[in-house]
């Protein structure tokens, strides 16, 4: 059993930069896949980026590539969402999600974070 907690959420203007955090328990942190998904009002969830277990492999949708970074700390037990050029398309509830599978498909994720909330002002 893996429990999620997501934090630093907020409003920031066009063209700033915010750092998700999802603190995860447990002691197979490491083992996990994880992703980050978002849903934005009136639309489906969207899958962000993931990293893989180690930490050596990423992956972004291209709607965040170049602008969005997602690292981990395996001794925290932590996983990051470094989100830089932010625009309004970005406003959104940003979710944290551990998978053993290195997918994008939402249905691979076992265990999900409550999400916080991230709007861009224009």
């Known amino acids: 059993q893996v429990q999620l907690v997501e934090s630093g959420g907020g409003l920031v203007q066009t063209g700033g930069s915010l750092r998700l955090s999802c603190a995860a328990s447990g002691r197979t942190f490491s083992a996990y896949v994880m992703a980050w998904f978002r849903r934005a009002p009136g639309k489906e969830r969207e899958f962000v980026g993931r990293?893989?277990?180690?930490?050596?492999?990423?992956y972004y949708a291209d709607s965040v590539k170049g602008r969005f970074t997602i690292s981990r700390d395996n001794a925290k037990n932590t996983v990051y969402l470094q989100m830089n050029s932010l625009k309004p398309e970005d406003t959104a509830i940003y979710y944290c999600a551990a998978s053993t599978f290195y997918s994008s498909w939402p249905r691979q994720y076992d265990y999900w974070g409550q999400g916080t909330q991230v709007t861009v002002s224009s």
């Open positions: 990293i893989s277990g180690s930490g050596g492999s990423t």
